[in-house]
């Protein structure tokens, strides 16, 4: 058996809390750290959405919020299924300007498929000469991750060039629950496969969004620099089979 559901309604992007609400986690004196540019431009048209961020926000002393500058998170949750496996496919175009050539990590587009029962994530990243390829388990903000007797926190990258750069290219992620196996394709082709996953994913919030990952200094945040990210992305296509 197999559900499909689709992750789109971008026309609707303004009313947050509806199908898309902007990302963030809490904080412990009770505010909210929001993943939004306060210049970003937003343009939905055809059906895609379109954002272009100068980049300006950043976080001196936790990382992860540091990371995201412009995110969307999916108000529903998928949830994974006991058995069977569950599959997530867009297209995503990705450009900047004032990003270090070679750099992905300078500022890119990104899909994150983020499980706060686990702090699991399972992500694509597009710049404008490379892509890559992420499977993490994270200590996100508010979030308890079970106690592990291996690698309790982990971020594995896997970067190529072999896609088309500053053009859409369809993203695709899979995970099995019962074979704790993640594969990952890039326009039809498995480009990575990582088996014996350490964590059983629940569900996961589907989040686009605009990043840098740059390792925080003893001085605080070097992420932002003058550049723009520009994303544009289609809806998300999921494939629940049991």
């Known amino acids: 058996m197999e559900k499909q559901l689709v992750f789109g309604d971008f026309h609707k992007i303004l009313s947050e809390g509806d199908v898309w ?3 963030g986690f809490p904080l412990p004196d009770g505010t909210f750290w929001e993943y939004r540019e306060p210049d970003a431009v937003v343009i939905v048209r055809n059906g895609t959405l379109y954002v272009r961020a100068p980049l300006s926000r950043k976080h001196d002393k936790v990382q992860i919020l540091d990371n995201a500058k412009h995110m969307y ?17 867009l297209d995503i175009r990705a450009r900047s300007q004032g990003t270090a050539p070679g750099d992905l990590y300078d500022g890119y ?3 994150n498929l983020l499980d706060f029962t686990t702090g699991a994530a399972l992500d694509f990243f597009a710049g404008n000469d490379k892509y890559a390829s992420v499977y993490a388990v994270l200590p996100f903000p508010g979030v308890e991750v079970p106690p592990s007797d291996k690698t309790r926190f982990f971020c594995i990258f896997k970067e190529d060039t072999d896609f088309k750069p ?10 099995n629950r019962a074979e704790d196996e993640v594969v990952f394709y890039v326009n039809g082709t498995e480009v990575r496969r990582e088996r014996g996953a350490p964590v059983k994913f629940n569900r996961f919030t589907i989040a686009l969004g605009i990043m840098t990952e740059k390792d925080l200094t003893p001085e605080g945040s070097v992420s932002v620099h003058g550049q723009t990210v520009i994303a544009e992305y289609t809806p998300v296509k999921v494939a629940i089979r049991e």
């Open 73 to 89: 998170y999916s108000v529903e949750d998928v949830v994974v299924p006991e058995a069977g496996e569950v599959s997530f496919e």
């Open 21 to 23: 609400n902007i990302g």
């Open 109 to 111: 587009v990104s899909l």
């Open 166 to 175: 500053r053009e859409f290219n369809t993203y695709k992620i899979t995970y």
